[in-house]
């Protein structure tokens, strides 16, 4: 759980004052796409980065001075299931917003929604109650304004449902289907599709990633058994990026490179890592980082709807699932999601010797930029949404800012 705001009364009322407004003026160290600024300033406007500046030079008032706390573009989430108990699947607009809001707490500001494999009727009535979510944050609907105090959602990302069997890893075997153009396109329908995980080794890829590739989509291979020359024809159809690199995917091999060896070799391929030190090994993210370079990786979490729990058995979609230590599994070992929350995923990479500035550009600039929203998410500079973080010494995040609003 997120370190609380160590302020005084004062300080603190003066937030409260400031809930709902979206103009505001920050002050403090900012992280910029230059480097670090220290005794900046950032002006905000109608939730909009209006200008950032030396605080030497500035002569207008001061809202929150958060003296030398490092103010910092809020984390960007392409591949996220939920948390602290809720999911992205369930189809309730609560729930979801409660998922929203916990990972606010740990400074995710915008947020891709992530499906799994499932049934066209409940991924359908998942989309249905993202998509109102949606609306529900554009229109600030009154009655609704509780719920909108979270991530912003960007879309959403399709993981499965057709990927290949041997590779589902905790996706549900029985709902893993041949790809279906017209299912897909229902989909879109109901919410923008920003991602897609597909196997692109399975019969009908080519047609399907090519229907696709024309549609402003991250086409992504994941749950993949995936050659390396699969890749390499994939990457013709449209194929960008790699779903939790080296988790569910055909691994590396001296005589057959496999998924993992066309993500280290291929430049034009991105990937994404979840840097929880469990799902992949500290030195393979070393590995990722000084193969593919900052600009080719985004972190994700891959947060289970558990994450955040305390440990124990739950039981979810009939299967009991485990929370123990930090890993969160099924019965027979598989891992099932990660206990991961951006801060911690920037913490880990910090501590592995990556500068400050390239963790930002994995959390933050990239997955923005990937998705097609890099105009207006993952950085400090005029023009942005006022998508900012707060951190301490030890990289906690003590307060969310959203759009302008400070919702944590």
Not at 100 to 116: K, N, W
Request: aromatic share 6%; hydrophobic share 40%; net charge negative.
């Amino acid at each position: 759980m997120p370190v609380k705001y160590d302020c005084d009364n004062g300080d603190e009322m003066k937030v409260n004052l400031m809930a709902g407004k979206r103009d505001i003026c920050l002050s403090g160290r900012v992280l910029t796409p230059a480097g670090i600024r220290s005794h900046a300033v950032i002006v905000v406007k109608k939730g909009i980065i209006e200008k950032v500046e030396d605080r030497f030079v500035y002569g207008g008032l001061i809202d929150l001075d958060v003296g030398d706390s490092l103010i910092a573009p809020g984390f960007v989430d392409i591949h996220v299931h939920g948390g602290y108990g809720n999911d992205f699947m369930s189809g309730s607009v609560e729930e979801i917003a409660k998922a929203l809001h916990f990972h606010a707490m740990h400074g995710t500001t915008s947020i891709l929604p992530t499906t799994v494999t499932a049934s066209h009727e409940c991924t359908s009535s998942a989309l249905q109650a993202i998509g109102q979510m949606i609306r529900i944050q554009k229109e600030g609907a009154e009655h609704d304004l509780h719920l909108s105090k979270g991530s912003d959602i960007l879309g959403v990302h399709l993981e499965g449902p057709f990927i290949n069997p041997g590779k589902a890893g905790g996706q549900a075997l029985e709902w893993i289907r041949p790809f279906d153009m017209a299912e897909y396109e229902a989909w879109e329908q109901i919410v923008p599709i920003r991602m897609i995980t597909l196997a692109p080794e399975l019969e009908g890829a080519e047609p399907f990633i090519r229907f696709v590739a024309v549609k402003p989509v991250l086409i992504s291979a994941g749950h993949t058994d995936a050659k390396l020359d699969d890749i390499h024809r994939s990457m013709k159809w449209g194929v960008q990026h790699l779903t939790h690199f080296y988790n569910a995917m055909r691994s590396l091999h001296h005589r057959e490179p496999g998924t993992i060896g066309a993500g280290l070799l291929q430049q034009e391929l991105t990937v994404e890592l979840i840097a929880d030190g469990i799902h992949v090994h500290p030195d393979m993210l070393r590995l990722a980082y000084l193969t593919k370079g900052a600009d080719r990786i985004a972190l994700i979490t891959d947060a289970s709807i558990l994450c955040g729990l305390a440990d124990g058995v739950y039981k979810r979609g009939g299967r009991e699932i485990i929370v123990e230590n930090g890993l969160i599994r099924l019965r027979d070992g598989t891992l099932k999601g990660s206990n991961l929350t951006m801060d911690r995923s920037a913490q880990m990479m910090i501590e592995l010797g990556v500068p400050i500035e390239d963790v930002w550009k994995m959390a933050a600039v990239n997955p923005a930029r990937w998705i097609g929203k890099g105009s207006r998410k993952g950085a400090i500079k005029p023009g942005m949404d006022a998508d900012l973080i707060v951190l301490d010494n030890h990289f906690n995040v003590i307060r969310t800012i959203v759009r302008g609003e400070i919702i944590f």
